[in-house]
């Protein structure tokens, strides 16, 4: 549901929507902090996080969600992945979620927000 729903966000952030919520600002957030944890564990190499942090500052979310709030997202984020990421490894851990990562990397709502393809 959780990647349904971040989906939905991109692809209508993505075709001009107005600014995000707070939440859609929690979700675009928490993907671009999970993602650059990917990035830097397992040598992932799509620069995902990169378009999500630009589709974060693009939508303004900086100013829509405040620097506690920005803080709070960011520790959780970090606390949800940590306890999977010593329950199963780094081998285990990174192959689960190639998938997932790879998909985004070739998502064309993603790939929009990329930064040498701002528009």
């Known amino acids: 549901m959780k990647n349904v729903l971040l989906f939905m966000v991109v692809v209508c952030f993505s075709f001009g929507a107005e600014k995000p919520t707070v ?3 929690k979700q675009i ?16 190499s799509g620069e995902v996080s990169k ?12 100013e ?5 709030l920005i803080n709070s997202v960011a520790g ?3 606390s949800d992945t940590l306890p999977r990421y010593k329950k199963f490894g780094k081998e285990v ?8 990562y790879d ?3 070739e ?13």
């Open 23 to 25: 939440e859609e600002c």
């Open 29 to 44: 957030m928490g993907a671009g902090v999970y993602n650059q944890i990917l990035e830097d564990t397992c040598h992932f």
């Open 51 to 62: 378009s999500f942090i630009k589709m974060f500052t693009i939508g303004g979310c900086r």
């Open 64 to 68: 829509i969600m405040g620097s506690e």
């Open 76 to 78: 959780d984020v970090i």
């Open 93 to 100: 851990f990174c192959k689960e979620n190639w998938k997932g």
């Open 103 to 105: 998909e985004l990397m």
């Open 107 to 119: 998502d064309e709502a993603v790939k929009k927000f990329d930064l040498g393809n701002i528009k």
